[in-house]
Nanobody, 126 residues
Framework: QVQLVESGGGLVQAGGSLRLSCAASVDTFSTYAMGWFRQAPGKERGFVARISRSGGYTVYADSVKGRFTISRDNAKNTVSLQMNSLKPEDTAVYYC???????????????????WGQGTQVTVSS
């Protein structure tokens, strides 16, 4: 069982930056692809970014492409999300999760992930 703990959220003005981190308590961290999702009040949990096991392949939601960067440090069992040029519509609770092996679900679906963290709140003021 993988346990994930997100941190780094907060209140920031539009145009500002935040860096989220997700720490994983598992020895085999490097064998898992990881994802970031977000959920705003009254909305479904939506895909933000995914990173491969080695960190060599990343993919982003169109809404964050060019502004957000996902990265990982397998030696430290962490995955990060650098968020720049933040907009009020980025306001949400952000979650990291482990991609299931052979789930059959598409990578941007929450169904493809498990072991969700507790989330960290990001609020962007206009």
């Amino acid at each position: 069982q993988v346990q994930l703990v997100e941190s780094g959220g907060g209140l920031v003005q539009a145009g500002g930056s935040l860096r989220l981190s997700c720490a994983a308590s598992v020895d085999t961290f490097s064998t898992y692809a990881m994802g970031w999702f977000r959920q705003a009040p009254g909305k479904e949990r939506g895909f933000v970014a995914r990173i491969s096991r080695s960190g060599g392949y990343t993919v982003y939601a169109d809404s964050v492409k060019g502004r957000f960067t996902i990265s990982r440090d397998n030696a430290k069992n962490t995955v990060s999300l650098q968020m720049n040029s933040l907009k009020p519509e980025d306001t949400a609770v952000y979650y990291c999760a482990v991609e299931k092996r052979n789930s059959g679900a598409i990578y941007y679906s929450p169904l493809a992930y498990e072991n969700w963290g507790q989330g960290t709140q990001v609020t962007v003021s206009s």
